[in-house]
Antibody, heavy 117, light 107 residues
Framework: EVQLVESGGVLVQPGRSMKLSCAAS????????MAWVRQAPTKGLEWVAT????????YYRDSVKGRFTISRDNAKSTLYLQMDSLRSEDTATYYC??????????WGQGTLVTVSS | DVQMTQSPSNLAASPGESVSINCKAS??????LAWYQQKPGKANKLLIY???TLQSGTPSRFSGSGSGTDFTLTIRNLEPEDFGLYYC?????????FGSGTKLEIK
């Protein structure tokens, strides 16, 4: 059974940094592109970033380019999202997903990031 | 970015009925439209991709149609577990973009 378990979501002040992790199991992690999708409170889904199987290619939405970094450790079957210079508009539940061909077939339960002073 | 306009925002129906949800893209996305279901306390679920291809495990009462800019998700013979939020998403190009969602409620 595919399992994606996110962690690291907390309350953080604007301008600060934090790092999310996603532990994957039940599938060959290194064979799948992975992605982060977020959902602000009471809002819809919004793609954030995608990483290729090797980690050699990454893609970001414009509003997080230069501030967020997606990475992966295939030996540990873990996906990461380093978030710097956080803004109030980054407040959301962040979901870890499998992301091949821009399709999000499997999702975690999400981790809540709140950016507030 | 491709804008996805989903309608209606809210929908109420009874078990056993059929419903349709529409999604319109701001430009042609060929057949590359996906549908997701979101329910509280459960992982989001990919139901349909490439307009009409059912993801493994999706019940046959779900169907998708359309191409270009106009797409429809139809659910026939509604079951109690079908009530929740539904999102469309274009997977034709970067950045992938979602519709604003349709809340399907029990009448």
């Amino acid at each position: 059974e595919v399992q994606l378990v996110e962690s690291g979501g907390v309350l953080v002040q604007p301008g600060r940094s934090m790092k999310l992790s996603c532990a994957a199991s039940g599938f060959t992690f290194s064979s799948f592109p992975m992605a982060w999708v977020r959902q602000a409170p009471t809002k819809g889904l919004e793609w954030v970033a995608t990483i290729s199987t090797s980690g050699g290619s990454t893609y970001y939405r414009d509003s997080v380019k230069g501030r967020f970094t997606i990475s992966r450790d295939n030996a540990k079957s873990t996906l990461y999202l380093q978030m710097d210079s956080l803004r109030s508009e980054d407040t959301a539940t962040y979901y870890c997903t499998t992301g091949g061909r821009n399709l999000f077939a499997y999702w975690g339960q999400g981790t809540l990031v709140t950016v507030s002073s | 970015d491709v804008q996805m306009t989903q309608s209606p925002s809210n929908l109420a129906a009874s078990p056993g009925e059929s419903v349709s949800i529409n999604c319109k893209a701001s430009k042609s996305i060929s057949k590359y439209l996906a549908w997701y279901q979101q329910k509280p306390g459960k992982a989001n679920k990919l139901l349909i991709y490439s307009g009409s291809t059912l993801q493994s495990g999706t019940p046959s009462r779900f169907s998708g149609s359309g191409s270009g800019t106009d797409f429809t998700l139809t659910i026939r013979n509604l079951e109690p577990e079908d009530f929740g939020l539904y999102y469309c998403q274009q997977h034709n190009e970067y950045p992938p973009t979602f519709g604003s969602g349709t809340k399907l409620e029990i009448k």
